[in-house]
């Protein structure tokens, strides 16, 4: 396995805006944690949802996704009125468990948000580039399919081990935006 993909399948990335509102800041005036913690299950939610998985789907499946453990490393602060794209991607998708990644990148102040995220909504791991941008932290989620019915660890359903390699029909779930 490799960090782009699975079994050397590459896993597109995802990606959303955040700007950090008071509403987000610690005693200290920067970003409180857990507000990472919140952008990673929006995005990673979000993500499954573009793809054709929303929580109704999962219920219905009788299987649901839940953390096992979230890592977070911090490179940078970010204060009210930071832009970020928080970007996710399937980094290994195991038998009843996947390894979710995750970037936060500094985005220029003046940037306009709505355009960012028509153009990095969903790009290939590889091919992603954004000018003037810094890492701010680097996150990885490990989260657990189980059943609903018992909460015990269930196998990935193959059709679900699909979906998070191939491209998504991005015109169904944003009209007139790609």
């Known amino acids: 396995m490799n960090e782009q993909g699975y079994r050397g399948v590459a896993s597109s990335v995802f990606g959303r805006c955040v700007e950090v509102t008071d509403e987000n ?20 939610v979000e993500h499954s949802e573009v793809l054709g998985w929303d929580s109704r789907r999962y219920l219905d499946s009788g299987a ?13 602060s970010t204060y009210k009125g930071d832009k970020l794209l928080v970007q996710t991607w399937i980094a290994e998708m195991k038998r009843a468990s996947c390894v979710r990644r995750y970037r936060f990148l500094e985005l220029p102040k003046d940037c306009n948000v709505q355009t960012v995220e028509e153009e990095c909504r969903f790009v290939s791991y590889e091919s992603f580039v954004f000018p003037q941008t810094a890492v701010v932290a680097t996150a990885e989620t490990i989260w657990a399919f189980v059943s609903t019915h018992n909460f015990h660890p269930v196998r990935v359903f193959p059709e679900l081990n699909e979906v998070f390699r191939q491209s998504p029909n991005l015109e169904a779930r944003f009209p007139g935006s790609i």
Do not use: F
């Not at 800041?25 to 995005?43: A, I, K, P």
């Not at 649901?64 to 940078?76: E, L, N, P, Q």
């Open 25 to 44: 800041l610690d005693v200290w005036n920067h970003t409180n944690n857990v507000c990472y913690v919140q952008w990673m299950q929006d995005v990673a």
């Open 64 to 76: 649901i996704w839940v953390v096992r453990s979230h890592k977070i490393d911090y490179r940078k």
